[in-house]
Antibody, heavy 118, light 107 residues
Framework: QVQLVQSGAEVKKPGASVKVSCKASGYIFTSYFMHWVRQAPGQGLEWMGVINPGGGSTRFAQKFQGRVTMTRDTSASTVYMEVSSLRSEDTAVYYC???????????WGQGTLVTVSP | DIQMTQSPSSLSASVGDRITITCRASQGINNYLAWFQQQPGKAPKSLIYAASNLQSGVSSKFSGSGSGTDFTLTINSLQPEDFATYYCQQYNSYPLTFGGGTKVEIK
């Protein structure tokens, strides 16, 4: 069965960077795009961007361009999402989400809480 | 960007009730509309794709309908585990966008 397992919670200071991992299993890693969605405390869902694990191409929401990087390691079936220049507003749960064959988001990771605090 | 507007933002219902949540897109999205359920403290769960198709393993008590810009999610015979927040999302074009959510609470 499809599983997405994310790295553990992080606490970072403003201005620092954080890198979250998402290890996939149960399917052909390079055949399905992977998205990242975040959720600030008590707020809704916000799409950040997507990576094609096959070729490595990426696309980002405009507000994250230049500050977010997405990469993959095909040998480890893992995608990574890094946010730089962290600020308090980046405190959120970050989810990796697989895009299914019908282009919808079908499987979600368990989420990674990133807390930005002085 | 395509704006997704859900209504109501919250509702109270009783166990056994049938409820309907509405989602409106700011422009046509070719039925590329999904619904998600999020229970408190948990990751969202995918319920419906392409406006009316159930994801694998999802109960048939959930149903979706609509086309163009107006869509609905209906939940029959509400059970305690159905009290959660529901989100719609369009995947017709980037950036992907979500509705603001509908919180379903126990009356």
């Amino acid at each position: 069965q499809v599983q997405l397992v994310q790295s553990g919670a992080e606490v970072k200071k403003p201005g620092a960077s954080v890198k979250v991992s998402c290890k996939a299993s149960g399917y052909i890693f390079t055949s399905y795009f992977m998205h990242w969605v975040r959720q600030a405390p008590g707020q809704g869902l916000e799409w950040m961007g997507v990576i094609n694990p096959g070729g490595g191409s990426t696309r980002f929401a405009q507000k994250f361009q230049g500050r977010v990087t997405m990469t993959r390691d095909t040998s480890a079936s893992t995608v990574y999402m890094e946010v730089s220049s962290l600020r308090s507003e980046d405190t959120a749960v970050y989810y990796c989400v697989r895009e299914g064959g019908d282009s919808s988001l079908d499987h979600w990771g368990q989420g990674t809480l990133v807390t930005v605090s002085p | 960007d395509i704006q997704m507007t859900q209504s109501p933002s919250s509702l109270s219902a009783s166990v056994g009730d049938r409820i309907t949540i509405t989602c409106r897109a700011s422009q046509g999205i070719n039925n590329y509309l999904a619904w998600f359920q999020q229970q408190p403290g948990k990751a969202p769960k995918s319920l419906i794709y392409a406006a009316s198709n159930l994801q694998s393993g999802v109960s048939s008590k959930f149903s979706g309908s609509g086309s163009g810009t107006d869509f609905t999610l209906t939940i029959n015979s509400l059970q305690p585990e159905d009290f959660a927040t529901y989100y719609c999302q369009q995947y017709n074009s980037y950036p992907l966008t979500f509705g603001g959510g509908t919180k379903v609470e126990i009356k």
